[in-house]
Protein backbone atom coordinates (compact mmCIF):
# COMPACT_ATOMS: atom_id res chain seq x y z
CA UNK A 1 0.00 0.00 0.00
CA UNK A 2 1.21 3.58 -0.97
CA UNK A 3 1.42 5.87 1.68
CA UNK A 4 0.40 8.95 -1.13
CA UNK A 5 -0.88 8.40 -5.17
CA UNK A 6 -0.63 11.30 -6.82
CA UNK A 7 -3.10 11.87 -10.39
CA UNK A 8 -1.30 13.74 -12.69
CA UNK A 9 2.23 14.46 -13.50
CA UNK A 10 1.99 17.75 -14.60
CA UNK A 11 3.90 21.06 -12.41
CA UNK A 12 1.26 19.98 -9.32
CA UNK A 13 1.06 16.30 -9.35
CA UNK A 14 5.42 16.70 -9.76
CA UNK A 15 5.86 18.75 -6.95
CA UNK A 16 3.31 17.67 -4.76
CA UNK A 17 5.77 14.52 -5.01
CA UNK A 18 8.65 15.34 -4.78
CA UNK A 19 7.31 17.07 -1.40
CA UNK A 20 5.89 14.01 -0.44
CA UNK A 21 8.85 11.73 -1.23
CA UNK A 22 11.20 13.85 0.66
CA UNK A 23 9.35 13.49 3.59
CA UNK A 24 9.68 10.06 3.37
CA UNK A 25 6.00 8.69 2.05
CA UNK A 26 5.82 6.15 -0.39
CA UNK A 27 4.68 7.87 -3.29
CA UNK A 28 3.31 7.20 -6.96
CA UNK A 29 2.64 9.00 -9.54
CA UNK A 30 0.00 8.08 -12.32
CA UNK A 31 -0.74 10.25 -15.26
CA UNK A 32 -2.04 9.24 -18.85
CA UNK A 33 0.41 12.16 -21.16
CA UNK A 34 -2.68 14.62 -21.41
CA UNK A 35 -1.36 17.78 -19.76
CA UNK A 36 -2.06 21.32 -20.21
CA UNK A 37 1.84 22.00 -20.10
CA UNK A 38 2.62 19.80 -23.68
CA UNK A 39 0.28 22.29 -25.62
CA UNK A 40 2.41 25.35 -24.39
CA UNK A 41 4.74 25.96 -27.05
CA UNK A 42 6.90 28.18 -25.29
CA UNK A 43 7.12 28.89 -21.44
CA UNK A 44 9.46 32.38 -20.61
CA UNK A 45 7.10 33.51 -18.05
CA UNK A 46 8.40 30.77 -15.86
CA UNK A 47 11.03 31.24 -13.00
CA UNK A 48 14.68 30.38 -14.22
CA UNK A 49 14.66 29.56 -18.02
CA UNK A 50 16.40 32.41 -19.58
CA UNK A 51 14.99 31.42 -23.52
CA UNK A 52 11.99 30.12 -22.24
CA UNK A 53 11.01 26.09 -22.60
CA UNK A 54 8.52 24.20 -24.35
CA UNK A 55 5.68 22.79 -22.34
CA UNK A 56 6.04 19.16 -23.54
CA UNK A 57 10.41 19.25 -22.38
CA UNK A 58 8.95 20.94 -19.06
CA UNK A 59 6.40 18.04 -18.68
CA UNK A 60 9.05 15.43 -19.30
CA UNK A 61 11.86 16.87 -17.31
CA UNK A 62 9.71 16.83 -14.26
CA UNK A 63 8.81 13.04 -14.53
CA UNK A 64 12.20 11.93 -15.19
CA UNK A 65 12.66 14.48 -11.64
CA UNK A 66 10.50 12.31 -9.96
CA UNK A 67 11.97 9.44 -10.92
CA UNK A 68 15.18 9.90 -10.51
CA UNK A 69 14.11 10.74 -6.52
CA UNK A 70 13.05 7.76 -6.22
CA UNK A 71 9.08 8.46 -7.24
CA UNK A 72 7.24 5.33 -8.85
CA UNK A 73 6.20 6.88 -11.76
CA UNK A 74 3.24 5.26 -14.13
CA UNK A 75 1.82 5.87 -17.05
CA UNK A 76 -2.13 4.38 -16.31
CA UNK A 77 -5.34 6.23 -17.08
CA UNK A 78 -7.14 6.17 -13.68
CA UNK A 79 -10.85 5.25 -14.20
CA UNK A 80 -12.31 5.08 -11.00
CA UNK A 81 -11.10 5.46 -7.03
CA UNK A 82 -12.94 3.43 -4.21
CA UNK A 83 -13.32 4.07 -0.85
CA UNK A 84 -11.52 1.06 1.22
CA UNK A 85 -10.59 -0.60 4.84
CA UNK A 86 -7.57 1.58 5.18
CA UNK A 87 -7.74 4.25 2.29
CA UNK A 88 -8.61 3.91 -0.92
CA UNK A 89 -8.47 2.20 -4.09
CA UNK A 90 -7.10 3.81 -7.00
CA UNK A 91 -8.39 1.79 -10.51
CA UNK A 92 -6.41 2.35 -13.23
CA UNK A 93 -6.67 0.68 -16.81
CA UNK A 94 -3.75 -1.45 -15.55
CA UNK A 95 -4.20 -2.82 -12.23
CA UNK A 96 -6.00 -1.23 -8.80
CA UNK A 97 -3.67 0.23 -6.48
CA UNK A 98 -4.30 0.89 -2.71
CA UNK A 99 -3.48 3.72 -1.09
CA UNK A 100 -3.75 5.46 2.24
CA UNK A 101 -3.99 9.33 1.03
CA UNK A 102 -4.40 11.14 -2.84
CA UNK A 103 -3.45 14.11 -3.95
CA UNK A 104 -5.73 14.65 -7.03
CA UNK A 105 -3.75 16.91 -9.92
CA UNK A 106 -5.44 16.00 -13.04
CA UNK A 107 -5.92 19.80 -14.64
CA UNK A 108 -8.60 21.37 -16.20
CA UNK A 109 -11.07 18.96 -18.30
CA UNK A 110 -10.26 17.76 -21.58
CA UNK A 111 -12.55 16.72 -24.62
CA UNK A 112 -15.50 17.83 -22.94
CA UNK A 113 -18.01 16.91 -25.97
CA UNK A 114 -19.71 20.06 -27.11
CA UNK A 115 -22.47 18.67 -28.72
CA UNK A 116 -26.46 20.64 -28.61
CA UNK A 117 -28.58 19.91 -25.84
CA UNK A 118 -25.61 18.22 -23.16
CA UNK A 119 -26.14 21.74 -21.02
CA UNK A 120 -29.87 22.53 -21.37
CA UNK A 121 -30.35 18.74 -20.60
CA UNK A 122 -27.74 18.51 -17.13
CA UNK A 123 -30.01 17.03 -14.33
CA UNK A 124 -32.85 16.24 -17.12
CA UNK A 125 -31.20 13.37 -18.66
CA UNK A 126 -27.93 14.54 -19.20
CA UNK A 127 -25.33 12.56 -16.04
CA UNK A 128 -22.14 12.71 -15.23
CA UNK A 129 -21.68 9.65 -13.02
CA UNK A 130 -22.84 6.05 -13.58
CA UNK A 131 -22.94 4.81 -10.11
CA UNK A 132 -24.63 8.74 -8.75
CA UNK A 133 -27.40 8.32 -10.83
CA UNK A 134 -27.38 4.86 -12.92
CA UNK A 135 -30.11 3.78 -9.98
CA UNK A 136 -32.67 5.95 -11.65
CA UNK A 137 -32.31 4.70 -14.89
CA UNK A 138 -33.77 0.77 -13.65
CA UNK A 139 -34.61 -0.96 -16.76
CA UNK A 140 -34.77 2.30 -19.09
CA UNK A 141 -32.74 2.92 -21.95
CA UNK A 142 -29.20 5.05 -21.63
CA UNK A 143 -26.66 6.45 -24.04
CA UNK A 144 -22.85 6.32 -22.64
CA UNK A 145 -21.01 9.08 -24.92
CA UNK A 146 -17.32 7.83 -25.53
CA UNK A 147 -14.90 5.42 -26.34
CA UNK A 148 -12.49 5.30 -24.13
CA UNK A 149 -11.39 3.22 -21.31
CA UNK A 150 -13.71 5.45 -18.91
CA UNK A 151 -16.39 5.16 -21.10
CA UNK A 152 -16.28 1.27 -20.93
CA UNK A 153 -15.64 1.65 -17.03
CA UNK A 154 -19.21 3.77 -17.22
CA UNK A 155 -20.38 1.38 -19.18
CA UNK A 156 -20.08 -1.43 -17.30
CA UNK A 157 -21.45 -0.25 -14.09
CA UNK A 158 -24.99 0.46 -15.69
CA UNK A 159 -25.35 -2.95 -18.07
CA UNK A 160 -26.90 -4.65 -15.17
CA UNK A 161 -29.31 -1.47 -13.86
CA UNK A 162 -30.73 -0.67 -17.56
CA UNK A 163 -32.52 -2.90 -20.00
CA UNK A 164 -30.39 -1.16 -22.93
CA UNK A 165 -27.25 0.74 -23.26
CA UNK A 166 -26.15 2.49 -26.37
CA UNK A 167 -22.59 3.62 -26.55
CA UNK A 168 -22.55 7.01 -29.25
CA UNK A 169 -18.93 7.02 -30.19
CA UNK A 170 -19.73 10.40 -32.35
CA UNK A 171 -17.76 8.76 -34.95
CA UNK A 172 -14.99 7.85 -33.15
CA UNK A 173 -13.58 4.18 -33.40
CA UNK A 174 -16.30 1.39 -31.89
CA UNK A 175 -14.96 0.63 -28.11
CA UNK A 176 -14.33 -2.71 -27.09
CA UNK A 177 -17.81 -3.88 -24.88
CA UNK A 178 -19.96 -6.76 -24.73
CA UNK A 179 -23.31 -7.38 -23.34
CA UNK A 180 -26.59 -9.00 -24.61
CA UNK A 181 -28.33 -5.88 -23.98
CA UNK A 182 -25.17 -3.13 -25.57
CA UNK A 183 -25.45 -1.64 -28.90
CA UNK A 184 -22.88 0.40 -30.25
CA UNK A 185 -23.50 3.38 -32.79
CA UNK A 186 -20.91 5.60 -34.30
CA UNK A 187 -22.87 7.78 -36.24
CA UNK A 188 -22.22 11.60 -35.42
CA UNK A 189 -24.51 13.03 -33.36
CA UNK A 190 -26.14 16.09 -34.09
CA UNK A 191 -27.70 16.92 -30.87
CA UNK A 192 -29.95 16.25 -28.00
CA UNK A 193 -33.55 16.74 -28.12
CA UNK A 194 -36.94 16.46 -25.67
CA UNK A 195 -39.21 18.71 -24.53
CA UNK A 196 -38.59 19.09 -20.57
CA UNK A 197 -36.34 16.25 -20.36
CA UNK A 198 -34.01 14.09 -22.66
CA UNK A 199 -36.00 12.04 -25.31
CA UNK A 200 -33.86 11.16 -27.62
CA UNK A 201 -30.47 11.30 -29.78
CA UNK A 202 -30.37 13.05 -33.19
CA UNK A 203 -27.77 12.53 -35.79
CA UNK A 204 -26.02 14.06 -38.79
CA UNK A 205 -27.70 12.03 -40.97
CA UNK A 206 -31.42 12.70 -40.14
CA UNK A 207 -32.16 9.35 -37.88
CA UNK A 208 -32.60 9.38 -34.64
CA UNK A 209 -32.82 6.91 -31.07
CA UNK A 210 -35.25 7.22 -28.50
CA UNK A 211 -33.32 7.68 -25.03
CA UNK A 212 -33.69 8.47 -21.31
CA UNK A 213 -31.06 9.32 -20.37
CA UNK A 214 -27.27 10.14 -21.53
CA UNK A 215 -23.73 9.71 -19.84
CA UNK A 216 -20.67 11.80 -20.55
CA UNK A 217 -17.78 9.81 -20.82
CA UNK A 218 -16.23 11.37 -23.33
CA UNK A 219 -12.40 11.15 -22.87
CA UNK A 220 -10.18 10.41 -19.63
CA UNK A 221 -12.22 10.89 -16.39
CA UNK A 222 -10.87 14.42 -14.72
CA UNK A 223 -10.99 15.38 -10.83
CA UNK A 224 -14.62 16.48 -11.10
CA UNK A 225 -15.62 13.03 -12.23
CA UNK A 226 -13.63 11.33 -9.40
CA UNK A 227 -15.12 13.60 -7.29
CA UNK A 228 -18.87 13.44 -7.74
CA UNK A 229 -18.04 9.02 -7.41
CA UNK A 230 -16.59 10.60 -3.92
CA UNK A 231 -18.82 12.88 -2.90
CA UNK A 232 -15.87 15.49 -2.46
CA UNK A 233 -17.46 18.77 -2.95
CA UNK A 234 -17.06 20.57 -6.02
CA UNK A 235 -17.63 24.92 -6.72
CA UNK A 236 -18.43 25.35 -10.38
CA UNK A 237 -16.91 21.56 -11.55
CA UNK A 238 -13.77 22.63 -9.56
CA UNK A 239 -12.51 20.80 -6.81
CA UNK A 240 -13.03 22.65 -3.53
CA UNK A 241 -10.25 22.91 -1.02
CA UNK A 242 -9.17 24.52 2.23
CA UNK A 243 -5.84 26.63 2.77
CA UNK A 244 -3.72 22.60 3.02
CA UNK A 245 -5.41 21.62 -0.13
CA UNK A 246 -7.65 19.60 2.00
CA UNK A 247 -10.48 18.68 0.24
CA UNK A 248 -14.16 17.69 2.59
CA UNK A 249 -13.21 13.64 2.08
CA UNK A 250 -9.84 13.16 5.13
CA UNK A 251 -7.17 11.81 3.34
CA UNK A 252 -7.83 13.47 -0.04
CA UNK A 253 -6.00 16.53 -1.60
CA UNK A 254 -5.86 18.45 -4.88
CA UNK A 255 -3.81 20.97 -6.05
CA UNK A 256 -3.14 22.77 -9.18
CA UNK A 257 -5.66 23.64 -12.56
CA UNK A 258 -8.57 21.18 -10.81
CA UNK A 259 -8.84 23.90 -8.09
CA UNK A 260 -9.82 26.92 -10.31
CA UNK A 261 -7.22 30.21 -9.32
CA UNK A 262 -4.88 31.52 -11.85
CA UNK A 263 -4.20 28.22 -14.35
CA UNK A 264 -0.92 29.05 -14.63
CA UNK A 265 2.67 26.67 -13.94
CA UNK A 266 3.64 28.99 -10.58
CA UNK A 267 0.81 28.49 -9.17
CA UNK A 268 -0.15 25.20 -10.08
CA UNK A 269 3.90 24.36 -8.53
CA UNK A 270 2.78 26.34 -5.17
CA UNK A 271 -0.76 24.19 -5.04
CA UNK A 272 1.25 21.02 -5.00
CA UNK A 273 4.18 21.86 -2.30
CA UNK A 274 1.16 22.72 -0.25
CA UNK A 275 -0.52 19.44 -0.91
CA UNK A 276 2.61 17.66 -1.12
CA UNK A 277 3.66 19.36 3.02
CA UNK A 278 0.09 18.33 3.92
CA UNK A 279 -0.69 15.05 3.53
CA UNK A 280 3.18 14.58 4.89
CA UNK A 281 1.44 16.02 8.08
CA UNK A 282 -2.02 14.29 7.48
CA UNK A 283 -0.57 10.94 8.00
CA UNK A 284 1.72 11.73 10.86
CA UNK A 285 -1.67 12.13 12.51
CA UNK A 286 -3.84 9.20 11.13
C1 LIG B 1 -1.73 26.29 -24.82
C2 LIG B 1 -1.33 26.55 -23.39
C3 LIG B 1 -0.28 27.41 -23.12
C4 LIG B 1 0.08 27.67 -21.79
N1 LIG B 1 1.13 28.53 -21.55
C5 LIG B 1 1.51 28.78 -20.28
C6 LIG B 1 2.60 29.67 -20.00
O1 LIG B 1 3.25 30.20 -20.90
N2 LIG B 1 2.92 29.88 -18.69
C7 LIG B 1 2.24 29.30 -17.66
O2 LIG B 1 2.60 29.52 -16.50
N3 LIG B 1 1.21 28.46 -17.90
C8 LIG B 1 0.81 28.19 -19.16
N4 LIG B 1 -0.25 27.35 -19.41
C9 LIG B 1 -1.00 26.77 -18.27
C10 LIG B 1 -0.25 25.58 -17.63
O3 LIG B 1 0.11 24.65 -18.61
C11 LIG B 1 -1.14 24.94 -16.56
O4 LIG B 1 -1.56 25.93 -15.63
C12 LIG B 1 -0.41 23.84 -15.79
O5 LIG B 1 0.08 22.87 -16.68
C13 LIG B 1 -1.35 23.20 -14.75
O6 LIG B 1 -0.68 22.20 -14.11
P1 LIG B 1 -1.46 20.96 -13.43
O7 LIG B 1 -0.38 20.12 -12.85
O8 LIG B 1 -2.52 21.46 -12.55
O9 LIG B 1 -2.21 20.20 -14.61
P2 LIG B 1 -1.67 19.61 -16.02
O10 LIG B 1 -0.32 20.17 -16.37
O11 LIG B 1 -2.77 19.78 -17.00
O12 LIG B 1 -1.47 18.07 -15.69
C14 LIG B 1 -2.56 17.19 -15.51
C15 LIG B 1 -2.01 15.78 -15.29
O13 LIG B 1 -3.10 14.92 -14.93
C16 LIG B 1 -2.99 13.70 -15.68
N5 LIG B 1 -4.34 13.10 -15.76
C17 LIG B 1 -5.54 13.72 -15.96
N6 LIG B 1 -6.55 12.82 -15.93
C18 LIG B 1 -5.97 11.61 -15.70
C19 LIG B 1 -6.48 10.28 -15.56
N7 LIG B 1 -7.79 10.00 -15.63
N8 LIG B 1 -5.60 9.27 -15.36
C20 LIG B 1 -4.26 9.51 -15.28
N9 LIG B 1 -3.72 10.76 -15.38
C21 LIG B 1 -4.57 11.78 -15.59
C22 LIG B 1 -2.39 14.13 -17.01
O14 LIG B 1 -1.80 13.05 -17.70
C23 LIG B 1 -1.35 15.15 -16.51
O15 LIG B 1 -0.19 14.46 -16.11
C24 LIG B 1 -0.62 27.06 -20.73
C25 LIG B 1 -1.68 26.18 -21.01
C26 LIG B 1 -2.04 25.93 -22.32
C27 LIG B 1 -3.18 24.98 -22.60
Known amino acids: ?34 SALQKATKIENYYGFIDGITGD ?6 IRQAEKLGIDVKNEEVLKIE ?3 DGFK ?18 TKKNAPKIKGIKEFEGKGISYCAICDGFFYKNKTVAVVGNGSYAVSEANDLINIVSKLIMLTN ?28 EKVEFNDGTDLKIDGAFIAQGSADSSD ?43 VDDGMVAGLSVIKYLKIH
Do not use: W
Not at 90 to 104: A, C, G, P, Y
Not at 171 to 190: F, L, M, T, W
Open 171 to 198: GAERPQIRGDNVEINSKPIKEFAGQDKI
Open 1 to 34: MYDTIIIGAGPAGITAGIYAKRGNLETLIIHNCE
Open 83 to 85: FCA
Open 90 to 107: VITNVKTHLTKSIILATG
Open 226 to 268: FARKLGIILNDNKIKVDENMETNIKGIFACGDCIGGTLQISKA
Open 57 to 62: KLYYNG
